[in-house]
């Protein structure tokens, strides 16, 4: 209780949460947009619960990893050499959910585009074959992976447990809080579902090419996002001008 009071005097302990929160709220995003494409294919009614379920033990998991941080920091150490680099645990984690993320943005795309060329299999992609509990394994699978990611550089930028626990219940709360919205925004504007795939499968590119010991800023990648997202809000603008132009065009004839 000691150490939490000195803590809660520091301002240099503010600043390291308060950058932490912000850090962790901007790597939910990738999380997000996925939760929100994969809980769409659910029935209406089990969607907000697949949302909160799987964001809810995502906590726990990413409060469980905290509470094994010797361990986390560990992984950082190479376990065997290839190609002329050292992989630790690390990196094959990242490798693993950077694969699985280029094969499911991948899959979604080619359903998006060819809805009628399909085969159902364990990670079905219609909304009638996905089943809630594949739902949520597949939001913790993915959420291990970033939480091991921002674990180690949280570990980085502050020695002290209780700001790295703040930082994570407080960006999983803004999650839980943008989580819907976000997945009703998707679905009102199906032209946002394929640039959102298309993050998807930049994010699993840089996941594997960070594995492989390349290593690629994020402020690059979610500059593009930005970039990318922006342009498609200014579509947006323009489809609903002259979607209105052509309404009111119709009603004065």
Same mark, same amino acid.
């Given at each position: 209780m000691d150490s939490i009071l000195v803590l809660?005097?520091?301002?240099?302990?503010?600043? $390291?949460?308060?950058? %932490?929160?912000?850090?962790?709220?901007?790597?939910?995003?990738?999380?997000?947009?996925?939760?929100?494409?994969?809980?769409?294919?659910?029935p209406p009614e089990n969607r907000v619960a697949a949302r909160r379920i799987g964001i809810g033990l995502a906590l726990v998991m990413r409060l469980a990893l905290l509470g094994t941080i010797a361990w986390i920091v560990k992984l950082t150490t190479p376990v065997f050499e290839a190609f002329g680099h050292g992989f630790s645990w690390k990196d094959m984690i990242l490798i693993a959910g950077g694969l699985f993320l280029v094969w499911k943005a991948t899959k979604e795309i080619h359903h998006n585009v060819d809805p009628?060329?399909?085969?159902?299999d364990f990670f079905a992609t219609s909304a009638a074959a996905v089943s809630f509990g594949a739902s949520i394994g597949q939001i913790l699978l993915l959420d291990l992976v970033f939480s091991v990611d921002s674990i180690i550089t949280a570990v980085g930028m502050t020695p002290h447990l209780p700001i790295m626990v703040v930082a994570v219940v407080v960006a999983v709360a803004?999650?839980? =809080?943008? $989580?819907?919205?976000? $997945? &009703?925004?998707?679905?009102?504007?199906?032209?946002?579902?394929?640039?959102?795939?298309?993050? !998807? =499968?930049?994010?699993?590119?840089? !996941?594997? @090419?960070?594995?492989?010991?390349? +290593?690629?800023?994020?402020?690059?990648?979610?500059? $593009?996002? @930005?970039?990318?997202? %922006?342009?498609?809000? %200014? &579509?947006?603008?323009?489809?609903? @001008?002259? =979607?209105?132009?052509? /309404?009111? /065009?119709?009603? !004065? +004839?």
């Open positions: 809660m005097q520091s301002p240099e302990a503010w600043i $390291a949460l308060v950058t %932490l929160i912000v850090m962790e709220v901007v790597l939910g995003i990738d999380n997000l947009i996925f939760i929100s494409i994969l809980t769409n294919k659910l009628a060329d399909h085969s159902e803004v999650m839980l =809080l943008a $989580a819907t919205p976000l $997945a &009703n925004f998707i679905e009102r504007n199906p032209t946002i579902v394929m640039l959102a795939l298309a993050f !998807l =499968l930049m994010i699993g590119t840089t !996941l594997i @090419a960070e594995g492989m010991g390349f +290593h690629v800023p994020k402020g690059y990648v979610y500059a $593009a996002m @930005a970039f990318s997202a %922006l342009v498609e809000v %200014l &579509n947006m603008f323009s489809r609903n @001008a002259r =979607l209105r132009k052509k /309404a009111e /065009a119709q009603t !004065l +004839h």
